[in-house]
């Protein structure tokens, strides 16, 4: 899909020689002035030393630039790791004729490494020549680490009776867990909005999108999802998500934050089956998270769904033991698609293992539980466990 531009945005990559060799591992992406920017970070206490600087950041100024590192985490570092973080957003200030904080910095890779400083600096004389409009494709795969493809969405939708743009990229196959963002992402539109109605925007978008998916139940230290509205649309402001231009870019958010989420669960390390974990009739929200959490989260059934094998008593199990208060056990139903495997408490009389192999084989597919006490439901989406899963994080630091 070709990313549609979006007027005063650029973007550059660049090989830095941070941790992979011949590769694109640097990214900048340019803001015009007066853009607007909202961004959700992990909720991990040991936040990465740039999710310390770019909040500080964020909180005194408008950013002009992104500066976003693959290969390094720059977590775990203590003080020399915000010391680092800090001194690469002076350097690029420095350069690039702004105040330092409005540099946000970003970087995903390997925990416990101090990051090398000088490569990153460096580089950022051919990362402000290069800047261009069309550069997102070469950012999405540059901020890759353990992704096998890169991760791009883009929308079209109406503001103001004009063609509004939204672009955006993703990165994240492992370390995947819902709370904040679990991942790094970046969206831009070209539409003019107020800062309090895009960070709205932008939660309500992450909490039914990237906080509702789950590869292997870690959360990261370095999560980031970023929304900046350029201005150069020049519609009147957009200051309530209530209007109809507030909703048009609100489903746009939405319908990209979820196109980038499916993604990165589709991509999960070693992953075979993308798994749409659907509760249902819950008496609130929260409890049918829970049990969707237990399932989506739960090694047994993870590894039942790579072996494409209906062992419904692991998720049974799980349901069991979501924490469920007073659940009444022959109200609950279980179903792998349209297929009925559970139901009275035990395995449905017209249950044939036959046809919840034939489900399961299938590359996507959807697990349901009806709990049968109430009008409440929860979805997350989440995949396989294989043995590339293991190998892949076995070997990230080889």
């Given at each position: 899909m070709m990313l549609p531009i979006i007027s005063g945005v650029r973007v550059a990559s660049v090989a830095a020689g941070i941790r992979y060799p011949g590769r694109d591992d640097l990214v900048l992406l340019s803001l015009p002035a007066?853009?607007?920017t909202a961004a959700t970070f992990t909720r991990n206490a040991f936040c990465a030393a740039p999710v310390t600087v770019a909040r500080a950041h964020l909180a005194v100024a408008a950013p002009r630039f992104l500066l976003v590192n693959a290969g390094n985490a720059n977590a775990g570092t203590g003080e020399r790791g915000l010391a680092d973080a800090r001194a690469c957003c002076a350097a690029l200030a420095n350069l690039a004729g702004c105040e330092i904080e409005q540099v946000l910095?970003?970087?995903?890779?390997?925990i416990g490494d101090d990051l090398p400083v000088d490569r990153v600096t460096e580089h950022l004389p051919d990362a402000l020549a290069l800047l261009a409009d069309d550069g997102w494709e070469a950012a999405s795969r540059a901020i890759m680490t353990t992704d096998t493809v890169a991760k791009t969405a883009a929308r079209r939708y109406l503001v103001d009776g004009r063609e509004a743009r939204l672009v955006g990229i993703a990165k994240g196959a492992g370390m995947i867990r819902p709370d904040m963002a679990t991942m790094?992402?970046?969206?831009v539109t070209n539409a003019t909005v107020s800062q309090e109605a895009l960070q709205h925007c932008l939660s309500q978008a992450v909490d039914s999108s990237f906080n509702c998916i789950s590869i292997d139940g870690d959360t990261s230290t370095n999560?980031?999802?970023v929304l900046s509205a350029a201005g150069t649309l020049n519609n009147s402001p957009i200051a309530t998500l209530?209007?109809?231009?507030?909703a048009s870019l609100f489903?746009?958010?939405s319908a990209v934050c979820d196109d980038l989420a499916t993604a990165i669960v589709r991509d999960g390390e070693g992953a075979t089956k993308l798994v749409s974990v659907q509760v249902t009739e819950a008496r609130s929200a929260l409890e049918a998270r829970a049990v969707a959490d237990t399932i989506a989260h739960s090694?047994?059934?993870?590894?039942a769904l790579f072996a494409s094998d209906p062992n419904w008593g692991r998720i049974l199990a799980a349901v069991g033991r979501a924490g469920v208060q007073d659940l009444a056990i022959d109200r609950v139903r279980i179903w792998l698609d349209d297929c009925l495997l559970v139901s009275a408490g035990g395995r449905d009389l017209g249950y044939e293992e036959a046809e919840g192999r034939r489900v399961m084989a299938q590359q996507s597919f959807g697990i349901r539980v009806s709990l049968g006490r109430g009008d409440a439901k929860a979805r997350v989406l989440t995949c396989d466990l294989s043995y590339d899963y293991v190998r892949i994080n076995a070997e990230y630091r080889s």
């Amino acid at each position: 899909m070709m990313l549609p531009i979006i007027s005063g945005v650029r973007v550059a990559s660049v090989a830095a020689g941070i941790r992979y060799p011949g590769r694109d591992d640097l990214v900048l992406l340019s803001l015009p002035a007066g853009a607007i920017t909202a961004a959700t970070f992990t909720r991990n206490a040991f936040c990465a030393a740039p999710v310390t600087v770019a909040r500080a950041h964020l909180a005194v100024a408008a950013p002009r630039f992104l500066l976003v590192n693959a290969g390094n985490a720059n977590a775990g570092t203590g003080e020399r790791g915000l010391a680092d973080a800090r001194a690469c957003c002076a350097a690029l200030a420095n350069l690039a004729g702004c105040e330092i904080e409005q540099v946000l910095p970003f970087s995903t890779g390997v925990i416990g490494d101090d990051l090398p400083v000088d490569r990153v600096t460096e580089h950022l004389p051919d990362a402000l020549a290069l800047l261009a409009d069309d550069g997102w494709e070469a950012a999405s795969r540059a901020i890759m680490t353990t992704d096998t493809v890169a991760k791009t969405a883009a929308r079209r939708y109406l503001v103001d009776g004009r063609e509004a743009r939204l672009v955006g990229i993703a990165k994240g196959a492992g370390m995947i867990r819902p709370d904040m963002a679990t991942m790094l992402a970046f969206l831009v539109t070209n539409a003019t909005v107020s800062q309090e109605a895009l960070q709205h925007c932008l939660s309500q978008a992450v909490d039914s999108s990237f906080n509702c998916i789950s590869i292997d139940g870690d959360t990261s230290t370095n999560d980031a999802c970023v929304l900046s509205a350029a201005g150069t649309l020049n519609n009147s402001p957009i200051a309530t998500l209530d209007g109809v231009d507030g909703a048009s870019l609100f489903d746009a958010v939405s319908a990209v934050c979820d196109d980038l989420a499916t993604a990165i669960v589709r991509d999960g390390e070693g992953a075979t089956k993308l798994v749409s974990v659907q509760v249902t009739e819950a008496r609130s929200a929260l409890e049918a998270r829970a049990v969707a959490d237990t399932i989506a989260h739960s090694p047994l059934v993870k590894t039942a769904l790579f072996a494409s094998d209906p062992n419904w008593g692991r998720i049974l199990a799980a349901v069991g033991r979501a924490g469920v208060q007073d659940l009444a056990i022959d109200r609950v139903r279980i179903w792998l698609d349209d297929c009925l495997l559970v139901s009275a408490g035990g395995r449905d009389l017209g249950y044939e293992e036959a046809e919840g192999r034939r489900v399961m084989a299938q590359q996507s597919f959807g697990i349901r539980v009806s709990l049968g006490r109430g009008d409440a439901k929860a979805r997350v989406l989440t995949c396989d466990l294989s043995y590339d899963y293991v190998r892949i994080n076995a070997e990230y630091r080889s």
